[in-house]
């Protein structure tokens, strides 16, 4: 069973660019989450989305914005990048995002800001 | 938001010691789960324990609900190198949604 796969695994961008980043969960996963880790912050959560739509939130500015296709393929876009947002960030899929349930995270994107 | 806080945030030890730490927060949790995160990589559940005094074994890892409900705890023993890594704890919150906060790590290096 293929796990969680992100791409693209590195990104580098300037300041005031936007990036979009993919997010495929196991086959038969239909809730995926999003998180930005950074050395001082550590693992912060953004959204998760389930049946495309959004059902959590996080407490991350309106730059940072997701999506979720009828594949379950999940799309996270920040817009207008500041050096801050330069951080590895990791999408996690579940079964339906219930409270036992385990999550699974993808190996991340590295996006670094100049 | 909810804060935990994990200490140590780092730790450097020989191989064959254990290793204990720990994570606290003011507010209580239903779940707490550890997870283990390799370079490069997504973190990994190690252990999840839903039950506050609950104890949980996973090979040479150990882990504990405090029965207050605002801790717990992990221990490694006779570490090993692959044991190197960030540990995470994380907790669900007692009313909240299933989206856990995490600490923000202990990184482990394990010298042969």
């Known amino acids: 069973k293929a796990g969680v796969t992100q791409t693209p695994r590195y990104l580098i961008k300037t300041r005031g660019q936007q990036v979009t980043l993919s997010c495929s969960p196991i086959s038969g996963h239909r809730s995926v989450s999003w998180y930005q880790q950074t050395p001082g912050q550590g693992l912060q959560f953004l959204f998760e989305y389930f049946s495309e739509t959004q059902r959590n939130k996080g407490n991350f500015p309106g730059r940072f914005s997701g999506r979720q296709f009828s594949n379950s393929r999940s799309e996270m876009n920040v817009s207008t990048l500041e050096l801050g947002d330069s951080a590895l960030y990791l999408c996690?899929?579940?079964?339906?995002?219930?409270?036992?349930?385990?999550?699974?995270f993808g190996s991340g994107t590295q996006l670094s800001v100049l | 938001g909810q804060q935990l806080n994990q200490s140590p945030q780092s730790m450097f030890i020989q191989e064959g010691e254990d290793v204990s730490m720990n994570c606290t927060s003011s507010?209580?949790?239903?779940?707490w789960l550890w997870y283990k995160q390799d370079p490069g990589e997504g973190p990994v559940l190690l252990i999840a324990l839903y039950k506050a005094g609950e104890l949980t074994s996973n090979g040479r890892l150990t882990a504990q609900f405090g029965i207050t409900r605002k801790d717990s705890f992990l221990n490694i023993s006779a570490s090993i190198p692959s044991d190197v890594g960030i540990y995470f704890c994380?907790?669900?919150?007692?009313?909240?949604?299933?989206?856990?906060?995490f600490g923000r790590g202990t990184s482990l290096i394990v010298h042969p």
């Open positions: 996690a899929s579940s079964r339906t995002g219930g409270w036992t349930e385990k999550l699974f």
């Open positions: 994380a907790g669900q919150l007692e009313g909240g949604s299933y989206i856990p906060t």
């Open positions: 507010s209580i949790f239903n779940t």
